[in-house]
């Protein structure tokens, strides 16, 4: 069965500091890997994807993630954080293209202090 | 651009009565899918259809609520004899089925409270 492990519920970084969101998944196949960031009173919005190629994959609003399969990993990462960037950020794992059913960690809530 | 729109965004009934969300999806897409989610957690997997038909049903997914999506476009699910449990925000998805890597668009989610 797949899974996903977020091991960081809350995170708090200052803001222009680093940031990096821990992700480790399970899943038979080859893996198609997301990241979904959700603010308070919004819907989910997909942040990057990962499938092949690259294991460095560019995001919007600055984030990155990179896939290692030998660390069944793929986390999160922005050099510079903004106040903007607090919310709830979730890790996900599918099948077929994106098109089945997605299996979501816990999330980790990120706050950023002044 | 018309993104996933859900009706309504929040719900309060009573333990015991029915009750039914819609979810509107992006107008080309022939995927939809139905998401719970409870606070502190990330969203779990109810159902998703491709067109009309009903592809796959979690096993979350009691006897008390059902899917539809009749003519392939808007879907409704319906929770019946309602329970404090069913207390959660459920969430609508959609995608284009396509032989590359897609994503699934979320609505902003009915919130339902059960009293």
């Known amino acids: 069965a797949q899974s996903v492990t977020q091991p960081d519920i809350h995170i708090t970084v200052s803001e222009g500091a680093s940031l990096e969101l821990r992700c480790n998944y399970s899943?038979?196949?080859?893996?198609?890997l997301f990241w979904y960031v959700q603010s308070p009173g919004q819907g989910l919005q997909l942040l990057l994807k990962?499938?092949?190629?690259?294991?460095l994959v560019q995001g919007i609003k600055g984030f990155e993630a990179e896939f290692k399969r030998s660390q069944s990993s793929f986390n999160l990462r922005k050099p510079s954080v903004h106040w903007s960037d607090a919310a709830e950020y979730f890790c996900?794992?599918?099948?077929?293209?994106?098109?089945?059913?997605?299996?979501f960690g816990t999330g980790t809530r990120l706050t950023i202090i002044p | 651009d018309t993104g996933v729109s859900q009706d309504p965004r929040h719900k309060i009934t009573k333990r015991g009565q029915n009750v039914t969300f819609r979810c509107d999806p992006i107008?080309?897409?022939?995927?939809l899918y139905w998401y719970r989610q409870t606070l502190g957690q990330g969203p779990e997997f109810l159902t998703y259809?491709?067109?009309?038909?009903?592809?796959?049903k979690s096993r979350l997914l009691s006897d008390r609520f059902s899917a539809e999506r009749p003519k392939g476009s808007f879907s409704t699910l319906e929770i019946q004899r309602t329970e404090q449990g069913d207390s959660a925000m459920y969430l609508c998805?959609?995608?284009?089925?396509?032989?590359?890597?897609?994503?699934?668009?979320f609505g902003p989610g009915t919130r339902l409270t059960v009293l």
């Open positions: 998805a959609s995608s284009l089925v396509s032989p590359a890597l897609n994503e699934q668009f």
């Open positions: 899943y038979g196949a080859t893996p198609y």
């Open positions: 990962y499938f092949s190629g690259d294991t």
């Open positions: 996900a794992v599918g099948g077929d293209f994106g098109n089945e059913k997605l299996t």
């Open positions: 107008s080309e897409h022939n995927r």
């Open positions: 259809f491709q067109n009309e038909a009903q592809l796959e």
